[in-house]
């Protein structure tokens, strides 16, 4: 992976922890959340020439989409 995409998804880190982290209010479970997401993210080579705003759309809705497969797979473990 080149310096500048890297760069890139560092970037993104925190605005994906955020998203993940509000939508299942755990902190273990948004923290691994958030790494699938960006694992996938990181997969797409068109997302790195994106503009800032659609980078941030797609982080949200690729988080959403990973915190819902995660909320369904540790539903007991959340509702407790």
Do not use: G, W
Request: with cysteine.
């Amino acid at each position: 992976m080149t310096e500048k995409r890297l760069r890139i998804l560092r970037d993104c880190e925190n605005l994906c922890y955020r998203v993940c982290y509000y939508l299942l209010e755990n902190e273990k479970l948004a923290l691994e959340t958030a790494k699938l997401t960006l694992l996938e993210i990181a997969r797409h080579p068109n997302f790195y020439d994106r503009p800032q705003e659609e980078k941030q759309e797609i982080i949200r809705r690729v988080a959403a989409k990973k915190c819902l497969i995660t909320y369904y797979e540790h539903k007991d473990k959340l509702s407790s």
